[in-house]
């Protein structure tokens, strides 16, 4: 029987957006199971931040493209836990940058691999557990403005996130008779480490094109992940909503 807890799951949750999904989850009362790549320094201080909100929080590296590796990843969370996860948030991604016309092939494979296998294999899996243990569950996917737009040298990024768009949808439809919801969150110019790394002038440029007048930030995200993962939201699936401050909204208008 499913006890009163709530259980979880966020892929790529140690640094960044899924760090900060991680642990407004915590705050508000969710335990956790955390994947990465590899175990390092940010997962360690997560668990650490985690028990001190009085949660506890499961932390095994992971390779969300590899169907062994995530097989695995769930068996541990049932060991851990003894229940299926009530939330799976799919943050794990890549992202590499080239013109169509001199995209590697490697690159190519590992941003698909990564962003829209993983999410895939993370859907199935962990619906599979949902259903077996009868939990009306919440799966969140993380998208991108790429979901609706092409941006110049990201076209193996952008063909993930458009794929996760429809899988999004495909899956609500699929899971809906077992209670179980899929949506999607589709951030806009976010500022966290590897956005200023990339671009230092990053949060005054995308403030300048926001409507709102700001770059977006981590909790912008997790805002709305944990308003998904809300009984308010129970009635809401299949659904993308863009926290981008109006940018993909305004159209490029010539005057």
Known sequence: MKSDKKLAVVTGGTAGIG?????QLAAEGWDLAVNNLREDAQATTLIEECEELGRECFFVPCDVGDK????????????RFGTAPDLIVNNAGVQTWAPLLELQESDWDKVIRTNL????????????????HKVKGCIVNIGSGCNKLAFPNLVDYAASKGGVEMLTKSAAIELGEFGIRVNCVAPGGILIDRTRDEAPDYEKVWGAIAPMGRVG????????VTY??????SFVTGQTLWVDGG?????????
């Open 228 to 233: 998904f993962a809300d009984a308010r939201a």
């Open 217 to 224: 930030l981590p909790s912008d995200i997790a805002n709305a």
């Open 19 to 23: 760090r900060e999904i991680a642990l």
């Open 68 to 79: 062994a590796a995530v097989d695995e990843f769930y068996r541990g969370v049932q060991l």
């Open 117 to 132: 296998k993983g999410a895939f294999l993370n859907i199935q899996l962990g619906a599979r557990l949902m259903v077996e």
């Open 247 to 255: 940018v993909f909204s305004k159209a490029n208008w010539p005057y």
